[in-house]
């Protein structure tokens, strides 16, 4: 299994730039594809931005161009810098890690999420 730590959410104004990190505690298999996920209380939550295990990336539209997905294998970790913030940026953002599992295969993870918000 594993647990997903979500950190850096928080308050910043329009212009401005936040790094969101989800750390990732695996007990049992590897970590394959990551994710961050946003969603506004009433709309769907939308993909923001994924990685592969080979690290090929990519990105909801109105983020290209203003926030980086990345990830650092030694220490578990997917990281999201957005710049050049929003206010239509604010949302609950959420971390998704598949894990490969024994006999079980790809299975899905998710963290709780961290506050994102985003006005002068």
């Known amino acids: 299994q594993v647990q997903l730590v979500e950190s850096g959410g928080g308050l910043v104004q329009p212009g401005g730039s936040l790094r969101l990190s989800c750390a990732a505690s695996?007990?049992?298999?590897?970590?394959?594809?990551m994710a961050w996920y946003r969603q506004v209380p009433g709309n769907q939550r939308e993909l923001v931005a994924g990685?592969?295990?080979?690290?090929?990336?990519d990105y909801a539209e109105s983020v290209k161009g203003r926030f980086t997905i990345s990830r650092d294998t030694a220490k578990n970790t997917v990281y999201l810098q957005m710049n050049n913030l929003r206010p239509e940026d604010t949302a609950v953002y959420s971390c998704k890690v598949d894990l490969i599992r024994p006999i079980l295969g790809v299975v899905g993870y998710w963290g709780k999420g961290t506050l994102v918000t985003v006005s002068s």
């Open positions: 990685i592969s295990s080979g690290g090929t990336t």
């Open positions: 695996v007990s049992t298999g590897s970590i394959y594809d």
